[in-house]
């Protein structure tokens, strides 16, 4: 769905274009990515297009920086579903405005989960807990079978 949005809308434009898509990448290392920005920032490129905003980047510090530097640089940014085109006054005043909303989201988010873990004890390690698993049938089946008993 994002392939068949994304090439519909360049080809609309008649732009002249590469595909990038990364598949499968860590959070960490998004080597397709990494490559793409580079280029873009050597000029290779005049714009870069994605489908969504959260598909360039994976925090508002790596977006803000990323295209605050690509704009600076002259590149276009544009995504689809966000309806961002930070090629125009309009565009750029949006980015900011949701990049404020979004970094404001992540902040509320953090503050919550830290007031909820005040004075947990162990939150989040496995096995650190006093009661004892309950086993399942089946598991439960393979020990009295081992035993002798029924079946």
Excluded: C
Excluded at 63 to 76: A, H, I, M, P, Y
């Amino acid at each position: 769905m994002q392939r068949k949005a994304l090439l519909e809308k360049v080809e609309r434009e008649g732009w002249d274009y590469e595909l990038f898509m990364e598949k499968e990448s860590s959070r960490k290392t998004r080597p397709i990515k990494y490559d793409l920005y580079q280029r873009l920032l050597r000029k290779e490129f005049d714009a870069v297009v994605v489908w969504k905003i959260d598909r360039w980047a994976r925090s508002t510090q790596e977006l803000s920086r990323e295209v605050t530097t690509l704009f600076n640089k002259g590149v276009k940014f544009i995504s689809l579903t966000d309806n961002i085109d930070l090629s125009s006054a309009s565009g750029t005043l949006q980015f900011n405005i949701i990049s404020a909303f979004a970094q404001f989201e992540r902040d509320t988010i953090s503050e919550r989960t830290k007031e909820g873990l005040k004075g947990k004890k162990n939150v989040g390690k496995r096995g650190k807990d006093k009661k004892r698993r309950r086993k399942s049938g089946y598991y439960q089946r393979w020990i009295n079978k081992k035993s002798g008993e029924g079946i």
